[in-house]
């Protein structure tokens, strides 16, 4: 079974995240794909980058390389069978000529037959937990949570995308559309105000480090 938290993390603001999971656990954050089947440290050039990512905590997992996949000719992490979790940030692109962010993840496989360690359902829901905790939630049907960048693109008119670019059909444009109609509005505004009295009373000291 599967388990996901769907979030509109851009890659300005994933280095929040990043850090969270490196300070927390003994973690290194690296390319999913790659041309090696050595892990390197994920560099801060590449943190800037939309690419799949894995989160390698070395507490569950001693030794862990790529596998060659011959078809397209890559290295790979198996993130089936290996209790690692994939991270796929966001993406920007144009939707209906304005400005829109594609739905990233946080993934992980927890299905028993792959006899996983416990732990590392724990340490998936403590991310997640962060997630939820430090970005607002999307009240729209698609779902998943909001980044500052992202949600600076939606303020300024731009669109939550889900998971891919959908087509121009009469569902997709009425869904979408509907963000910026006042009732789609309405819970972003009163998680904006949340933020600002929280700032004030000195809470969420990790969120506003993320900002």
């Known amino acids: 079974m599967g388990r996901q938290i769907q ?4 890659p300005e603001d994933q280095r929040a995240l990043l850090d969270f999971a490196e300070n927390h ?33 070395r507490g569950l997992l001693t030794n862990l390389e790529r596998k060659w996949i011959p078809d397209p000719g890559y ?25 829109a962010v594609v739905q990233g993840r946080l993934f992980g496989d927890f299905d028993p037959y792959l006899a996983k360690p416990p732990e590392f359902e724990k340490w998936y829901e ?12 999307n009240s729209a049907k698609i779902g998943g949570y909001i980044g500052p960048a992202a949600y600076e693109i939606y ?5 939550l ?6 087509p121009r059909t009469r569902e997709w444009l ?3 559309s509907e963000q ?21 009373k000195g809470a969420a000291c990790d969120f506003v480090c993320s900002l």
């Open 7 to 10: 979030s509109y993390i851009l």
């Open 25 to 57: 656990d003994s973690v290194v954050v690296t390319l999913r794909d790659a041309d090696s089947p050595i892990i390197q440290p994920l560099t801060g050039s590449q943190s800037s980058e939309s690419k799949a990512l894995v989160f390698w905590n």
């Open 75 to 99: 290295y790979r992490v198996d993130t089936l069978h290996l209790p690692v979790l994939e991270f796929i940030p966001s993406l920007k692109t144009t939707w209906e000529g304005k400005a």
């Open 126 to 137: 403590s991310l997640a937990r962060w997630i939820r905790k430090n970005y607002r939630k």
């Open 155 to 159: 303020q300024n008119g731009g669109y």
């Open 161 to 166: 995308l889900p998971n891919f670019v959908p």
């Open 174 to 176: 009425d869904e979408i």
């Open 180 to 200: 910026h109609s006042v009732k789609g509005r309405e819970p972003q505004a009163k998680a904006a105000h949340s933020h600002v009295v929280g700032l004030f």
